[in-house]
């Protein structure tokens, strides 16, 4: 292949990618959905425009980890902190009831799986797949019913927030016992040892960022040393304690969450992704998708693993709300809020993918759980809340 076809595929991906956003947008989805359906659009499967090539998955890596370092960054560790152990109950509710869901419905499907053994290990990683949480479309939908800022709104945005960090800890221990030279103990002191250094490291490096912020306060010197140190945990992460890069990149993310600068890295990082790396990423899972080997079994999958999905977040979320003393109808609201999928569901699934632990084919139940659940929550939020006169909340 001629070197420079890489050009011609980066313009090709950027334009699809952008307009299909745009499309998704307008019609009120989130528009990674709009990029994934490019990406399935001009790949293999369909146009055969753009062939995926080990340069591409390169820069889709470099995506994912971007994504995950801004996500690291837009954390709010005051809020999370605030909102106590109720929504850290939540939380631990909306990983663990998907988690069993998950595996339970991939065993129905394809049979039991032994302890340890690699169809055991995918089973559970579906499982995986279904813990994320991506409240951005949640949010929006509070934010137009003018809920966001009440109990319920405060309550399932710091959950999806630890929901998502205990997911990727989840996401970590999978991957590291899947290894075939690992040891339950081995990954068990790894990943302590590893956030036990980014407590004591990060304390140290957020003081020095954030003095150094202080005497360069909105330089682009700021952004650019938070991307080496994103990269760094990183490449620290996988490599030393063989754990998924993209923690190392969200450890490095909410170590700078908290300095002055922190929107303004977060903004530079935006526009790299936005302009280039997203959409590359995004497309990538389009290509990877393979929707020739789609049969009725993937299809019939696809459907119980997206009604499992919203399931388990509604019964976990809101059952554990209810005992916290939340009322029937707030319990509820909780649950469907906390039950949209996005990015963190595809980052994990691209993981899944290059560990082996997932195959392409899967890519279509998960593509089609994100369109679902950011088209089903906002309508079903604003049911909830039409049902009670939109009342203030408590």
Known sequence: ???????????????????????????????????????????????????????????????????????????????????????????????????????????????????????????????????????????????????????????????????????????????????????????????????????????????????????????????ILGLALCFFFAYVAETYFGIADITGAYVAGIILCSIRDSEYIAEKMDTESYMLFGPVFFASIGLKTNIESVDGGILLFSIGFVIVALICKIIGCGLVAKICKFSTSDSLKIGVGMMTRGEVALIVSQKGLSVGLLSPVYFTSVILLIIVSSVSTPVMLKLLYSREGFKEDN
Not at 31 to 42: R, S
Not at 65 to 73: D, K
Not at 125 to 132: L, S
Not at 195 to 223: C, M, N, Q, W
Request: with cysteine; glycine share 10%.
């Open 1 to 223: 292949m001629n070197a420079y076809t890489i050009f011609k595929d980066l313009a090709i991906i950027i334009i699809f990618a952008k307009l299909f956003g745009l499309l998704a947008r307008k019609l009120r989805a989130p528009q990674v959905v709009g990029e994934i359906i490019a990406g399935l659009l001009i790949g293999p499967s369909v146009l055969g425009l753009v062939q995926q090539t080990d340069f591409l998955t390169q820069m889709a890596e470099i995506g994912v980890i971007l994504l995950m370092f801004s996500a690291g960054l837009e954390t709010d560790l005051k809020e999370l902190l605030k909102t106590g152990p109720i929504a850290f109950l939540i939380a631990c509710a909306g990983v663990f009831v998907p988690l069993v869901g998950g595996t339970l419905l991939y065993m129905g499907f394809y049979g039991v799986a032994p302890w340890g053994s690699e169809n055991f290990y995918k089973a559970v990683f579906i499982g995986v797949i279904m813990t994320a949480t991506s409240v951005s479309i949640t949010v929006q939908s509070l934010k137009e019913l003018g809920k966001l800022k009440g109990k319920v709104g405060t309550t399932i945005l710091s959950a999806a927030i630890i929901d998502d960090v205990i997911g990727i800890v989840v996401l970590t221990f999978v991957v590291g016992f899947k290894s075939p030279d690992s040891n339950p103990g081995k990954v068990v002191i790894n990943t302590v040892l590893f956030f036990a250094l980014a407590i004591v490291v990060g304390f140290l490096l957020f003081k020095l960022f954030d003095s150094f912020d202080e005497r360069y306060p909105h330089t682009r010197r700021i952004p």
